[in-house]
């Protein structure tokens, strides 16, 4: 009955993709007459359901052509545009996205109806048509693997199809000895015989995450990948995707919906969600689902599995849980536990095996989704987001039984006094008179954001001349990524704006500036002499060279861009709902437009977002190549040195403390400082999770001509990559290491020359930021460096002191030990930074990492085990 849908199959690959399928049926009669005479009500009557499945799957790759083919760009091939030389893409032609079939003829919708109620699954292709029904063995009496299989049926002539259902294929067939392990564990009666199924259960897991998964990452003789991320991802992808779709004549679909005539049904499109394997291992295992969107994604999947996975699913679930059975084990006073024991942690290696697939199939879905689309929020081709995929893992996590492990533990220790309420004093934000206090409320950024020179709060005390002199420098500024790029005529329009200049060629006009104006005046004119620099020149023109000369001795640093100027001093506010300042780089606009009236109207518009529950957003307002990836790298530090104001929270309470002895508010000022690094750790993992990084060794690149410059010499590419660790001259990392009392360079222990170089410029670059430091933070450091005033020190002091409590010494080492430990996390993100910035400098900084690692776990506090030791001597 099925013939004419099973010829139209072997044909798929040649006519589905370029659309030709479509007007093939469409204009032969004789062959919608054939294809309609599967709709007929009497059409399954003698067929078994090996046949009708095989049904299903033809009508439904048949289909998916009729209906898809076509739409992809370049698939009907390309013209020429009325004889131009240039050729265009037709983007489908005419099958292209403008005429997409809304409905389904008949000829095609009856049979798919028909088989779609008669197997109680949604009339479009899934996992069971792709993987589980669409293999055959080229060998039949050789086994289910990659070279002795074939896809029955595919959509296109690629090997990436291919290649990508056949893994799938090969992942079910060795998953059904972790099937058989899971029914026989549920099935028995006996501990020992359960605790010799979990084992094999767990083999077999395994055996499918590091044997099977990392199938599909394989790559051909020449290096290429057998399924390419972007065949898939452009061109496969698009074709199975979710989608909506009318039948005509679907009377259930139409009585459903608002109006008469065939109703559009939303499809799935084929999906792992949809295979059984981790349902029924979840269900068995006794994994909940705690999240609502999680199980209404679950059941919509579940809708499109063959029938009798479904009942077997409904058969696990309705009976007790492995886990349930394993906590009803539990032994009473005086009875053995090691069994129970085993159980326990034979259980909980079964939930990390799941987990690890979870896993791998999450690194499925950031490699052949988020990656190739460069996208952070991804669809599935089942249709729903990747959210609920994170939810599941955290439910896995906590499917796990506590195991029994022996250490010492104060919430266990019988009459333990309760953890007392933390309660950290208040901290009030001193006046910030210094522009570069490190008590303000913008953290370690500049106390004023970088707008127009008429727009700040101190033009209004600016001699005329020099305010329009100013303004010009801001013109100058504002036209650098255009005239920069490629050695372009920068440095000719700043030596034709000579004339306008000339009221910064005396050192009065800049000596008497305020404090803002100047420090102001001197990331801008950095940001010009980089431009100029960076543009072939060795020295910028004498009408930027000389003033910047005087701004620099006036601020106390050289007149070098460095950290300061690039980030911590380059910085303005968008309010919620607003345009950014159009006399900035974020805009085109011209220079003078904006809507500020004065620096005092940028508090109020601060109020007033607040009072609106806005959060104003921090941007770069400087920059050189307008791309991307260098507003994302700066932005990044910006936002982490606007936060830096908990940090110097953390280290004012923890001084306070230590001071007053008093221990429990120095714990509270550590677990502040180990809650911020790890919050900061977050949320670099989120920016490299989500941020394609391909392009940004490029932007650094491209960056490394105006930003590698120095007063004495011009950095080496080495010198650079520390540099960018560091963070130059920001006091940051400096003063998380003083405060906590460790080196943050040590001394590297290596037989490898590189590595040995690159420690030695990693410290003389810490030595040679503090020069480019702004005053107050190098005074900030200063006095976090002296002599026994470490949070360190104070603790080791606090070990001596014969007052204090087991339990105060334990929560002093536990949360300094914490902090370190945070500490390490934060600099490995440094390190990922350098490994996306400079690939070919990854190992070397991998290596020095390493060593710091190293470094931290000696300095590891045992405040505990040092007073212990102590009472064995005194005893002795």
């Known amino acids: 009955v099925f013939e004419a849908f099973a010829e139209l199959a072997e044909m798929l690959p040649g006519l589905g993709l370029t659309g030709s399928l479509r007007q093939m049926l469409d204009n032969d009669t004789e062959m919608q007459a054939r294809l309609l005479k599967s709709g007929q009500p009497g059409a399954l009557e003698g067929l078994s359901e090996d046949q009708i499945e095989r049904a299903f799957s033809v009508v439904g790759y048949t289909m998916v052509a009729y209906w898809r083919g076509g739409t992809l760009a370049y698939s009907t091939g390309v013209r020429g545009d009325s004889g131009f030389i240039n050729i265009k893409s037709l983007e489908g032609g005419s099958c292209g996205f403008d005429d997409v079939r809304k409905t389904l003829p008949a000829f095609i919708s009856a049979p798919m109806l028909l088989l779609s109620k008669h197997l109680q699954r949604p009339p479009m292709i899934d996992y069971a048509n792709t993987v589980l029904y669409n293999w055959v063995r080229i060998d039949r009496n050789g086994p289910i693997t990659m070279s002795n299989i074939r896809c029955c049926i595919r959509l296109t002539g690629l090997i990436d199809e291919e290649w990508f259902f056949k893994t799938h294929v090969v992942i079910e067939s060795e998953a059904a000895h972790a099937v058989s392990a899971l029914i026989a564990a549920s099935n028995t009666e006996d501990e020992s015989e359960m605790l010799q199924h979990l084992v094999a259960l767990e083999e077999a897991l395994w055996r499918v995450v590091r044997a099977c998964l990392p199938i599909m990452y394989e790559r051909a003789e020449d290096g290429t990948p057998k399924c390419s991320e972007h065949i898939f991802y452009q061109i496969l992808r698009p074709l199975i995707k979710s989608g909506s779709l009318a039948f005509e004549g679907d009377d259930q679909a139409a009585g459903e919906g608002a109006g008469a005539g065939a109703a559009e049904r939303n499809l799935a499109g084929p999906s792992g969600a949809m295979s059984s394997l981790l349902p029924c291992i979840d269900a068995a295992l006794g994994i909940q689902m705690t999240s609502d969107k999680l199980r209404e994604a679950l059941a919509k999947f579940e809708v499109s599995m063959p029938f009798e996975h479904r009942r077997f699913l409904e058969k696990l679930r309705g009976a007790p849980t492995i886990r349930q059975r394993i906590l009803l084990t539990r032994p009473v006073a005086g009875e053995s536990k090691d069994h129970y024991e085993a159980l326990v942690r034979s259980f909980n290696r079964v939930i990390s095996r799941v987990l690890d697939f979870r896993w791998q199939h999450w690194q499925y879905v950031k490699n052949f989704v988020m990656k190739p689309g460069n996208i952070s929020h991804a669809v599935g081709s089942g249709g729903t987001t990747f959210d609920f995929l994170q939810q599941h893992i955290t439910d896995t996590e906590q499917a796990r039984l506590t195991e029994n492990i022996e250490a010492f533990s104060r919430c ?340 490898s020359g590189e590595v040995e170089k690159m420690s030695k410029i990693l410290n003389r670059s810490l030595d040679e930021g503090r020069v480019y430091m702004p005053r107050p933070h190098r005074e900030f450091l200063e006095s976090l460096e002296k002599p026994g005033v470490s949070v360190r020190q104070y603790c080791i002091r606090r070990f001596g002191a014969k007052s204090v409590s087991v339990e105060a010494l334990h929560d002093l080492e536990v949360s300094y030990n914490d902090a370190l430990n945070a500490l390490v996390r934060f600099l490995s993100r440094r390190v990922h930074l350098i490994s996306r910035f400079f690939p070919h400098l990854a190992s070397t900084f991998g290596t020095i990492h390493s060593q710091v690692e190293a470094s931290m776990r000696n300095n590891r506090l045992q405040l505990l085990k040092m007073r212990q030791r102590v009472y064995r001597s005194l005893q002795n």
Request: hydrophobic letters at 40%; charged letters at 20%.
């Open 412 to 751: 266990l220790t019988p009459g333990a006094p309760a953890w007392p309420p933390m309660r950290l004093p208040p901290v009030t934000y001193p006046p910030a008179l210094e522009f570069w206090s490190v008590d303000g409320e913008n953290g370690l950024l500049a106390r004023e954001p970088l707008v127009h020179p008429k727009d700040a709060a101190w033009a209004s005390n600016m001699p005329a001349p020099m305010l329009e002199a100013l303004k010009s420098v801001w013109d100058l500024a504002l036209r650098m990524p255009a005239l920069c790029t490629a050695n372009g005529p920068f440095v000719k329009h700043v030596e034709d704006a000579a004339t306008r200049l000339a009221p910064m060629q005396d050192d009065r006009n800049v000596i008497n500036m305020s404090e803002a104006a100047r420090e102001h005046l001197m990331t801008t004119l950095c940001h010009i002499a980089a431009g100029c620099i960076g543009c072939g020149q060795r020295r910028p023109p004498r009408c930027i060279d000389k003033p910047l000369q005087v701004v620099a001795r006036s601020v106390g640093r050289p007149p070098r861009l460095d950290h300061t100027e690039l980030v911590l001093c380059n910085w303005d506010r968008t309010q919620p709902g607003r345009e950014v300042h159009k006399g900035s780089q974020r805009s085109s606009g011209p220079a003078g437009t904006d809507t500020h009236a004065n620096g005092q109207q940028v508090a109020d518009e601060a109020e007033e977002a607040a009072g609106s529950g806005g959060e104003p957003t921090l941007h770069v307002v400087w920059r050189f190549l307008a791309m991307p990836d260098e507003e994302w790298y700066r932005a990044i530090h910006i936002y982490l040195h606007d936060e830096a104001r908990d940090v110097v929270s953390a280290i004012r309470v923890g001084h306070v403390a230590m001071r007053d002895q008093n221990d429990h508010v120095a714990v509270g000022s550590m677990v502040k400082l180990s809650v911020w690094l790890n919050k900061f750790c977050d949320y670099f993992d989120a920016h490299f999770e989500a941020k394609d990084s391909r392009t940004e060794s490029v932007m650094i690149r491209r960056m490394e001509p105006f930003i590698s410059h120095g007063t004495s010499h011009d950095l080496t590419w080495e010198e650079t990559a520390c540099w960018v660790y560091c963070m130059g001259s920001s006091v940051l990392l400096a003063a998380l290491h003083a405060f906590l009392g460790v080196k943050m360079c040590p001394q590297v222990e290596t037989d």
